[in-house]
């Protein structure tokens, strides 16, 4: 008796070891707003593994296998759709984040992953170096509602130089091993807080990392092959209507008459009727000036010329990422804000010396600017009269606060303590 007894709880205590394996291996369920404005909760299994059960609000929830991605994802992407407006979903004993009824504070982040590409190396072993898990972390510990990531998740282009210790041991390669390395195992905290908008960046192109982002995190119906350009979307949340727009394949100094032509057809049916105050999402910004080696060139070409003439009254604001830094824009009421929050991760781009007010981008000067040069991420907050906008270090202090009234966006620095 007291030997079966033994050999129960040995098995018990096997099952848990590899239940918790299991768990560290591989991310938790977590909830993306996809395309056609439903709750898109995922979760990756291994190659072969039966989906898990899930449960909306007590109800089974049907979940099966989005496409895959070939040989360099040994994963199940296993997928359901629930209505936004559920209060629980369980996937596999789990639960996922679900969209309260309305959302109050919002966690930007963007540019996350750790650049590993030919001769650009970034240490992704250093914590200093590479803070994406810590920004995701502290990120969390504010309890948002929603978080909008703008794009580029996936760095790690080519392998770690053999002498370089500070990368030594990662991962490379559009494959689930370094998706995981530099997206989800920092991301984890994040992904278990609140739904996510995914944002496409020109990293997750198909010559790039797009197979992962189409296996993994595209939020449109599963595709069958990796494409460079999606049609646009438009969500409802909490009184604030997000236009998602994929501008991962618009080039920043050229504007092409193919593309150009691509992208205003685009615009022209995303752009005709939004309500409300809206805010345009789109990982290249439309409205900026270049940083680093390119100061003195704005961006992005492509965009400008195919938004022209197309731009509504309700458009507020437009938030990107792209450049590796904190800048801000407002042009006056003539044109939506510009906000960019590229610091989530990947290294940072030196600041023009050149102030950004005065300054003409597409024909229209810079009312009031700010820039930038820190890791962190942002958070809004809805207020009254607009909303409220504070950037945080990765150690969680505040860097900068931000005021948005309509298409009136004022940030600035905060006085040190």
């Not at 395309?35 to 995922?42: A, E, I, K, M, Q």
């Not at 593994?49 to 449960?55: F, L, S």
């Not at 920004?135 to 760095?155: E, F, M, N, T």
């Not at 992208?263 to 809206?278: D, E, I, K, R, W």
Request: charged share 20%; glycine share 10%; aromatic share 8%.
């Amino acid at each position: 008796m007291r030997k079966a007894r033994r050999l129960a709880l040995g098995v018990i205590a096997a099952i848990a070891l590899s239940t918790k394996a299991w768990a560290a291996d591989w991310p938790g369920p977590w909830t993306e707003l996809a395309s056609d404005g439903t709750l898109s909760v995922r979760i990756a299994v291994a190659a072969g593994t039966a989906c898990p059960t899930a449960t909306a609000d007590g109800t089974d929830l049907p979940m099966a296998p989005r496409a895959g991605a070939g040989d360099d994802f040994p994963v199940t992407l296993c997928e359901a759709r629930a209505p936004t407006v559920t209060r629980q979903l369980i996937i596999g004993g789990s639960p996922a984040p679900i969209l309260p009824g309305e959302v109050r504070r919002i966690v930007v982040i963007g540019d996350t992953g750790c650049r590993l590409e030919g001769r650009a190396v970034q240490d992704c072993n250093d914590p200093e170096v590479w803070p994406f898990a810590a920004i995701a972390r502290r990120a969390a510990s504010h309890k948002p509602d929603l978080v909008i990531h703008v794009g580029d998740y996936y760095y790690r282009e080519t392998a770690c130089p053999v002498d370089r210790k500070g990368c030594a041991g990662s991962s490379h390669g559009d494959n689930w091993e370094t998706w995981r390395e530099d997206f989800f195992e920092p991301a984890a905290p994040l992904l278990a807080t609140a739904p996510w908008v995914m944002v496409r960046g020109n990293h997750e192109l198909c010559s790039r990392g797009g197979h992962g982002w189409v296996a993994l995190l595209d939020p449109h119906p599963g595709f069958s092959d990796c494409i460079d350009k999606t049609e646009p979307y438009r969500l409802h949340v909490g009184g604030v209507e997000l236009l998602v727009f994929d501008s991962a394949d618009a080039d920043d100094f050229k504007a092409l008459p193919d593309k150009v032509a691509a992208y205003a057809a685009q615009f022209a049916n995303l752009l005709a009727a939004p309500t409300g105050h809206a805010w345009l999402l789109t990982h290249r910004p439309v409205w900026a000036m270049a940083q680093g080696n390119l100061v003195g060139m704005t961006v992005n070409a492509t965009l400008q010329d195919a938004i022209r003439g197309k731009v509504p009254p309700g458009l507020d604001l437009v938030l990107s990422g792209h450049l590796h830094d904190f800048l801000s824009y407002s042009f006056g009421p003539d044109r939506p804000a510009q906000l960019i929050v590229g610091v989530g991760g990947d290294t940072m781009l030196e600041l023009g010396k050149t102030p950004l007010v005065d300054a003409e981008i597409d024909g229209t000067r810079v009312a009031s600017g700010f820039a930038l040069k820190h890791f962190g991420y942002f958070i809004m907050d809805t207020t009254a009269e607009g909303w409220d906008g504070r950037l945080y270090g990765s150690d969680d202090a505040v860097l900068a606060s931000c005021r948005l009234r309509g298409r009136s966006l004022e940030c600035g620095p905060v006085p040190a303590p």
